[in-house]
């Protein structure tokens, strides 16, 4: 049992539940304040947090409040982060200038993997990771939650990562770092909003127990890196890769036209994929998290039993 970080903000049940060594799952703030449209982000991030308590687990959403990194919310601070405009993106390099400035920041997969592993905590939940960008080659744009997953020992699940990014420079990256990528019950790697890539799963795995063993190897070898686990979206909410790839093209050439680029990359084509598919990759997007936080309250279970 790690003694949770003096600088971190505990919420009540959060700190008992690792006190007692009961399950908690992480969940990430970015993906409220910048991943989703107002009012279907905080919709989102209440239910998750139900799913999460529904199948056993302390639901423990991370973010930066007046400068102390919270881990646990009630409902007006995850309202806050929905609505406030004035919420900083925060990847790992943002933490200390949040902090010192007593600002509120929603943070990204890197800065929750970090701020969780602070507080004990083992397992983390998501949407999708950042990665390498289409054309890293160029920009040298790659997601520092891939240096965290190098560096971080926490489990985190997502629905893999989607085709804004480069999903072989990705995987390529990801195997250079020392992380291991598990895919959950499929041979190939999903691509967020679709069961396939065209990249084979690095490694495949069937179900909770599976996966809490290669954490729990990868915990007594004493591995600092964190576990990868893609958690395909179901059939039956996914969006075929023919269909999302022309619109994750066109909203790729609308954001090079605009000339966006660094960390407001991931938010603007987030947000322009839900504009041009009428709202239809939200649906996906939440159904996934969904899923995920299923598996991540089952792994989490697994761990703390
Ligand atoms: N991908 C998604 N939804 C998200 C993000 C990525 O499908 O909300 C967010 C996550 O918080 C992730 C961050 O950690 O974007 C990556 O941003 P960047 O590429 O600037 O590192
Ligand atoms: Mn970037």
New binding site residues.
Partial sequence: MTTPHPSLLLADEVAEALAAGRPVVAL?S??IS??MPYPANVAMAIEVEEIIREHGAVPATIAVLHGRPCIGLDRDQLELLARDEHVTKV?VRDLPYVLARAEHGAT???ATMRLAALAGIEVFV?????GVHRGAQQTFDI???LTELGQTPVTVISAGV?SILDIGLTLETLETLGVPVLVEGSAEFPS?FSRSSGHAAPMRVDGAAEIAAVARAARTLGLTSGVVVANPIPAEDEIPVEEIGSIIDQALADMDQLGIHG?E??PYL?GRIVEITGGESLTANIALVRHNARLGAAVARELAG
């Fill in positions: 990430e970015t993906i910048h991943g990847s990204t997969v890197a998501t949407g999708g990771l950042g997601s520092a939650d989607k967020f960390k990359a991931t987030l």
